[in-house]
């Protein structure tokens, strides 16, 4: 099992920064990459950037490129999201998310699915206001 925490969450106004950070543990030896997701109210759940922690090859939503950072600390089983530049229809609650399937490749289209991760944050509110 592995057990995941997020913080960083806030309020920030329309072209702010917000840093949200992962921490794992338990099995976190088996963990082969972590992501974001977020969910607004009455929306799916949606991805938002994820990476493969050995290598550290990443993949993100197009219209948070350029603007999110993720980024991990293997050393301190932390994974992290900087938020740049930040917009209102970022609002929404950030959950972080891991997986120890050793699936290859690190593809797009698999690690954007939220099914493909086993282990869930509690997840962290994000509102941006105008």
């Known amino acids: 099992q592995v057990q995941l925490v997020e913080s960083g969450g806030g309020l920030v106004q329309a072209g702010g920064s917000l840093r949200l950070s992962c921490a794992a543990s338990?099995?976190?030896?088996?963990?082969?990459?972590m992501g974001w997701f977020r969910q607004a109210p009455g929306n799916e759940r949606e991805f938002v950037a994820a990476i493969r922690l050995s290598v550290g090859t990443t993949h993100y939503l197009d219209s948070v490129k350029g603007r999110f950072t993720i980024s991990r600390d293997n050393a301190k089983n932390t994974v992290t999201l900087q938020m740049n530049n930040l917009k209102p229809e970022d609002t929404a609650v950030y959950y972080c998310a891991a997986t120890s399937q050793h699936i290859v490749p690190f593809t797009y289209i698999r690690f954007s699915r939220s099914g493909k991760y086993e282990y869930w944050g509690q997840g962290t509110q994000v509102t941006v206001s105008s």
């Open positions: 338990g099995r976190t030896f088996s963990t082969y990459a």
